[in-house]
C-alpha cells in the first residue's frame, strides 16, 4: 500500500463524492477498468474500489458511495486536499476490453457507482482502437447523481443517460428500456448480437445478473483473462451486496 495525498474531492449529492489522489511512481501501470484497494492509513479497514481515471493520467481518480454507518466511507466522505489516504500499487480486475473479442460496437452499462471503470475506459485511446462505436449508459435514482455527465457529453462515445425516481427525458431502468427496445431506437442501433455487440457491464448485483442472464440467452460468451468473449463483468464485485465495490 502507498500513502498518496488527496488533491482535489466533489460532492454530488449527500451520499455520493469523487476524489483525486496522486500517482506515486510506486503505482504500476493499470489496463482500463480495473481496480485497487484503499484505506485511511490508521488501521487494517481495506475496500476495492475501481479506478476512474485513464491509464495515462498523472493521478489517480475514484469515485464513490456513502454508506450509512459504512466503516470505511464514513471517514472518506470528510476526506480533503492534502490528506493522504492508503491506495494499492497493484491494481487488478477482470472489466478489462482485453477480455473481450473485437466488434463493431462496446456498450458499457453501469448503474450508480458501476460508472468508475468505464470513466476509464472511454478516456482510454486503446478502447477506440478496438471499437469504432462505443456506447455508455448509466443509470441513477435522481439527476444529481448523473456524475460527469458534462464530460461523457463531450467525448467521442453515445452518452445514454436514464433516471429512475425524477421526471428525465429518459426515465427508467435501462434494462427495461433494452427489452422494451426504446433504447436501439433512441440510439439508432439495432439490437445486440454476437457478431456486432460486445458489452461491458458493472452495478447492483440484481442488474449483473439480470444482464448476464439476457446476454446468455442470446449465445454471448463470457470473457475472462484466459480466453476474450463477447461480454465481461467485474468478477470480484459481482456477489457483492451494494450498486459499488466500497462501503
Avoid at 452495478?203 to 442470446?218: A, V, Y
Amino acid at each position: 500500500m502507498n500513502l498518496e495525498t488527496v488533491l482535489e474531492t466533489t460532492h454530488y449529492s449527500d451520499f455520493l463524492f469523487s476524489f483525486k489522489t496522486t500517482r506515486s511512481s510506486d503505482v504500476r501501470s493499470f489496463l482500463a477498468g480495473q481496480f485497487t484497494m484503499i484505506g485511511m492509513g490508521d488501521d487494517d479497514l481495506l475496500r476495492a474500489y475501481s479506478i476512474a481515471s485513464p491509464p495515462d493520467a498523472d493521478y489517480l481518480e475514484f469515485l464513490s458511495i456513502i454508506v450509512q454507518d459504512g466503516p470505511l466511507t464514513r471517514r472518506l466522505k470528510n476526506i480533503k486536499p492534502g490528506q493522504q489516504i492508503e491506495v494499492g500499487g497493484r491494481p487488478t480486475g477482470t472489466l478489462v476490453i482485453k477480455n473481450l473479442l473485437a466488434a463493431k460496437r462496446l456498450w458499457c452499462l453501469a448503474t450508480g457507482t458501476g460508472l468508475a471503470p468505464f470513466l476509464s475506459i472511454v478516456r482510454d485511446p486503446a478502447t477506440f482502437e478496438k471499437f469504432d462505436e462505443v456506447i455508455l449508459t448509466h443509470t441513477v435514482r435522481t439527476t444529481d447523481e448523473l456524475a460527469y455527465a458534462n464530460l461523457l457529453s463531450d467525448l467521442p462515445i453515445t452518452y445514454y443517460p436514464t433516471v429512475t425516481r425524477q421526471p428525465f427525458k429518459t426515465e427508467g431502468r435501462i434494462t427495461d428500456r433494452l427489452t422494451s427496445g426504446i433504447a436501439y431506437t433512441d440510439l439508432g442501433v439495432p439490437p445486440w448480437s454476437a457478431e456486432s455487440d460486445r458489452v461491458m457491464v458493472c452495478g447492483s448485483i440484481k442488474f449483473n445478473q439480470e444482464l448476464r442472464d439476457t446476454l446468455e440467452s442470446m449465445a454471448f460468451k463470457h470473457g475472462t483473462n484466459r480466453e476474450p468473449g463477447h461480454f465481461v463483468q467485474e468478477r470480484a464485485f459481482v456477489s457483492q451486496r451494494t450498486t459499488a465495490p466500497n462501503d
